[in-house]
């Protein structure tokens, strides 16, 4: 869906290989404009929680991206995870979060 929009998009397994990415783009100086992550990990980091990890790991990098979770169940009751601007498993709130994100990070 996102790609049809023009978006590039590059892909990262894990927290590190994501960290390599923002690190490589800004040397390059074409940086990310977005965040997009599930929370848990497929192996090596199988941990279910990676991904909210993340976010202190790339806030310490000193990245301000928005970071937006697409995960299959999310916990209402846990809410929007600190640090992140959302957080849903539908792709019609996925696209809203997305421009949301993009219109904070044109500004």
């Known amino acids: 869906m996102l790609r049809s929009f023009g978006a590039l998009i590059t892909f990262a397994a894990s927290t590190g290989e994501a960290l390599e990415a923002l690190k490589r783009a800004g040397d390059q100086f074409q940086p990310f404009h977005l965040i997009l992550s599930d ?15 993340m976010i202190g790991e790339i806030r310490e990098a000193g990245v301000p991206l928005p ?23 539908r792709p019609d709130q996925l696209l809203h979060l997305v421009l949301d994100g993009l219109a904070r990070t044109r500004q």
Request: hydrophobic share 35%; charged share 25%.
């Open 67 to 89: 970071i937006v979770f697409y995960i299959a169940q999310p916990d209402p009751a846990k809410g929007v995870p600190a640090g992140a601007l959302g957080i849903t498993n």
């Open 39 to 53: 929370i848990d990990r497929q192996p090596p980091d199988t941990e279910r929680d990676a991904g909210l990890r």
